[in-house]
């Protein structure tokens, strides 16, 4: 039944937005800035589009917003649906079951994220180059439906490798630019790798629980994204993974961690983080 519905909800996006859209975004906590600078950009409502749930976690608008970037057509989800909030894995995917019968071949997924290495700071950004999933649950439990994919998807290479190639280049370019411009005293990066914890939430971790992700080689945690991306492997879509860092994880610091700074961080970035999408965009069409 939900190939039918995203069918309807894809045939509905389309009825509004006319252009081939190559690319879809999905916008974490406080990044949602992004999707304010489309051209010729067509807002749609989650609750107008069909079988879409509604976003209602604070910082999340709740739009499908078609626009351009630099002239390339994207599809951005301004807000995402989260596990926590209550929502059944199959919406927290269905977006993503659409923008793939719509024809979408690649999907960028940010979040917010905590930090679970010292030298990975709040307003860095962290490229996913794989991730874990102790979200306990998979979204891809129940009835295969083969029209999305197979019954035992492989996961080898979720986080694609050309696309993080791309991503990590124009990183460094914008490093050195910042640089160069005067903007930075001194030549950073801002932009490291590592391996996506995906938890359930809505709670922060314990430090406990924090220090065992460590151990298994996490470099950030956070409360989405890899539903998502499992969805979108599942139907053949290749994802790029960026987290921004909102905070240091649980025990890493003296203070205690509230949505309020993640919101705060979020925007703190969101100048470099807008500018990175767009360079990122015009690469990848
Ligand atoms: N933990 C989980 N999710 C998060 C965090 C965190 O520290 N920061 C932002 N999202």
Known sequence: MSYEKAMEAAEFIRQQYDKEIKIALVLGSGLGAFAEDLENAVRIPYEEIPHFAR???????????????????????????????????????????????????????????????????????????????????????GANDERFGPRFPDMTEVYDKALQEIAYDESKKMAQERFESGAEKELKSFMWRGVYCALSGPTYETPAEIRMFRLLGAGAVGMSTVPEAIAARHQGIKVLGISCITNLAAGMSDEPINHAEVMETGTRVAGIFKELLRRIISKIN
Request: hydrophobic fraction near 45%; charge should be positive.
């Open 55 to 141: 976003s209602t976690v604070e910082g999340h608008a709740g739009q499908l917003v078609l626009g351009e970037v630099s002239g390339v057509p994207v599809a951005v989800q301004q807000g995402r649906f989260h596990f926590y909030e209550g929502y059944e894995m199959e919406q927290v995917i269905f977006p993503m079951r659409v923008f793939g019968l719509m024809g979408i071949k690649n999907v960028i997924l940010t979040n917010a994220a905590g930090s679970v290495r010292t030298g990975f700071k709040p307003g860095n950004l962290m490229l996913l180059r794989d991730h874990i999933n102790l979200m306990g649950v998979n979204p891809l439990r």
